[in-house]
T-cell receptor
Framework: NAGVTQTPKFQVLKTGQSMTLQCAQD?????MYWYRQDPGMGLRLIYY???????DKGEVPNGYNVSRLNKREFSLRLESAAPSQTSVYFC?????????FGPGTRLTVT | AQSVSQHNHHVILSEAASLELGCNYS??????LFWYVQYPGQHLQLLLK??????LVKGIKGFEAEFIKSKFSFNLRKPSVQWSDTAEYFC???????????FGSGTKLNVKP
């Protein structure tokens, strides 16, 4: 079992560029999440998906979109990247109130 | 809005010292509580969890936490820290029957050898 995988691990974008962060889990979990981690602010929820076909906004959804492609995959899209979106992005899946995290994507927007 | 507060942002200890990290949450209903640890350059890993029952829960690597419902607290403790405990620690709460997790801002622990 790979658990939760994320691609890419690192990415540098210029302001205005778009990109999609990929996340996949092989634990057959219904719930999946996208967080961003910034120094001194902990993890902030961007979007989550309680089950295949559903998505909901978290604390900081502005500037992001998500797609729950199937039960395994949950992608995060930045349509027009801004320097304020420089962060480390973590995907997680959950079952029985426990979360399992991916290794993260470090994104820099210049 | 629900919130999780970790009042210690940065803690520096010497090896063998005792550790207590505070966590308070704001929600009056049933909650499940967690502590996660993030070692430098790594992703978050579950340290311990409380769902119900004995309010004193034990986790991995000698960590424990006590749930005090009247104080809305879930403090993390370890009697004797090691250099390898240097990491960032996050408290998290999920409301019963909901899907959203709420994380504290984290506490960075530096243990001096």
């Amino acid at each position: 079992n790979a658990g939760v995988t994320q691609t890419p691990k690192f990415q540098v974008l210029k302001t205005g560029q778009s990109m999609t962060l990929q996340c996949a889990q092989d634990m057959n979990h219904n719930s999946m999440y996208w967080y961003r981690q910034d120094p001194g602010m902990g993890l902030r929820l961007i979007y989550y998906s309680a089950s295949e076909g559903t998505t909901d906004k978290g604390e900081v959804p502005n500037g992001y979109n998500v797609s729950r492609l199937n039960k395994r995959e949950f992608s995060l899209r930045l349509e027009s990247a801004a320097p304020s979106q420089t962060s480390v992005y973590f995907c997680a899946s959950s079952a029985h109130y426990e979360q399992y995290f991916g290794p993260g994507t470090r994104l820099t927007v210049t | 809005a629900q919130s999780v507060s970790q009042h210690n942002h940065h803690v520096i200890l010497s090896e063998a010292a005792s550790l207590e990290l505070g966590c308070n949450y704001s929600y009056g209903g049933t909650v499940n509580l967690f502590w996660y640890v993030q070692y430098p350059g790594q992703h978050l890993q579950l340290l311990l969890k409380y769902f119900s029952g004995d309010p004193l829960v034990k986790g991995i690597k000698g960590f424990e936490a006590e749930f005090i419902k009247s104080k809305f607290s879930f403090n993390l403790r370890k009697p004797s820290v090691q250099w390898s405990d240097t990491a960032e620690y996050f408290c998290a709460v999920i409301l019963y029957n909901f899907n959203k997790f709420y994380f504290g801002s984290g506490t960075k622990l530096n243990v001096k050898p």
